[in-house]
């Protein structure tokens, strides 16, 4: 994919965003079902990738079903960023991305990350040496800043564009603030305004309303979704159709069937391939348990809490498996996650899953927190 089929790719999409451990390619896949329109690996360190690490090249593994797909790396020198654009491009990816976001100590401690926020002209550097090194397109993803108090990503944007880059994406809260407040749409939109590259804003959308008011109101050429998707991956479809599908306990637990079967195609179905599923499964299902029908009467635009910072939204009268589903603890976790894994089909895994719910043994865990998507990153 070339740099100008790319940007026509990002006019109006719908992305999901680079998730570490969630956007795993079974989970991908699921989202490209609701009708992801983009994707992106996990994040891989350049470093490793071009040491020839398995691990980290396991991460440029696509699946048929992904039409447009980015990887995403974490790179300070551009001697190792163009090693590691070489076997990206070899793995028949369709973009690189540079991640001038992620808040983790580990990498910010490397100069990684969004430590790159701090030195502008290194992420200048870095997209001007991927540019003439690489035949993909070259994007960069940041935050508004370092810190609250330095908010650069006006600067950051320029220079970004300037160096050739086909596409930003602004994660609209500083390093700082992690995913305290709101992400600051106001900033996504004149960083939108100002620049003549696609801008990809990103921050807090949960409903197909939140989406069609960014896209209104915020001059952005695309959305990318990460909670949103992680919590309800049919949250695509439901932009896609301008409309919420609150769905019975039933739909949800095919859904996780589903995604199972896909983990199952991905990591093996013997013995192996479960335990190296249940390092995800369990987890997702943690994310999945945060899953919430939010009511679009409580949508205030603008507001300065969004609906993510909001009361959960509640079910009424929840069966047994609907509170099953919605709890924060691990045993519950892996108890469905092996009920899955086991059954035939999405009806005998509800009938399992339901099993469970009514069984006096996990009575104790009812008293378990229900999820919450406040605690969540
Ligand atoms: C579990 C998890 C893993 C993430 N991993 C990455 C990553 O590898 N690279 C990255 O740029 N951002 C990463 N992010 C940040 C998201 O891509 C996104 O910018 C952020 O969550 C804000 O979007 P949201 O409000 O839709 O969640 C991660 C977020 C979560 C929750």
Redesign the pocket.
């Known amino acids: 994919m070339n740099r100008v089929e790319l940007q026509d790719r990002l006019k109006g999409a719908l992305v999901l965003?680079?998730?570490?451990?969630?956007g795993n390619l079974p989970f991908r896949r699921l989202c490209v079902d609701f009708g992801a329109d983009v994707t992106f690996s996990?994040?891989a360190y350049a470093r490793k990738l071009a040491k020839g690490d398995r691990k980290e090249r396991a991460l440029l593994r696509r699946h048929d079903s992904e039409e447009c797909f980015g990887v995403?790396i974490a790179a300070k020198q551009p001697a190792e960023a163009i090693e590691a654009a070489k076997i990206i491009e070899d793995s028949g990816a369709d973009f690189i991305d540079i991640?001038c976001?992620?808040p983790i100590d580990d990498t910010t401690r490397r100069g990684l990350g969004a430590a790159l926020l701090r030195r502008p002209k290194q992420i200048a550097k870095l997209v001007e040496a991927l540019t003439s090194a690489s035949t993909l397109p070259i994007t960069v993803?940041i935050r508004t800043g370092w810190k609250n108090d330095a908010i650069n990503a006006h600067e950051v944007a320029a220079l970004v564009e300037e160096s050739g880059a086909a596409a930003l994406t602004v994660?609209g809260r500083s390093k700082q603030q992690r995913y305290t407040k709101a992400?600051d749409w106001n900033l996504i939109k004149e960083i939108a305004e100002a620049r003549k590259i696609p801008v990809i804003g990103?921050?807090?959308?949960l409903t197909h309303y939140e989406t069609q008011h960014h896209f209104k109101e915020h001059s952005i050429s695309a959305v990318?979704?990460?909670?949103?998707a992680?919590t309800k991956p049919w949250i695509f479809e439901e932009i896609k159709e301008s409309q919420a599908r609150p769905l019975s306990a039933s739909e949800r637990i095919a859904i996780y069937f589903r995604f199972s079967e896909y983990l199952k195609q991905h990591f093996g179905a013997d013995e192996l391939g479960c335990s190296r599923i249940m390092r995800f499964l369990p987890w997702h299902l943690s994310l999945f348990a945060r899953y919430t029908h939010y009511r679009y009467e409580d949508f205030v635009p603008n507001a300065e809490t969004p609906l993510?910072h909001q009361r959960r939204g509640e079910t009424v009268e929840p069966s047994p498996v609907d509170l099953l589903l919605g709890l924060s603890d691990e045993c519950t976790h892996e108890a469905i996650a092996r009920a899955l894994l086991s059954s035939g089909d999405p009806q005998l895994a509800f009938e399992e899953i339901e099993r469970l719910a009514l069984q006096p043994a996990l009575a104790p865990t009812y008293r378990a927190k229900p999820s919450s998507l406040l605690a969540?990153?």
């Open positions: 965003a680079p998730l570490t451990k969630g996990e994040m995403q991640n976001g992620c993803k994660h992400a990103n921050g807090d959308i990318m979704l990460a909670r949103g992680l993510i969540m990153g």
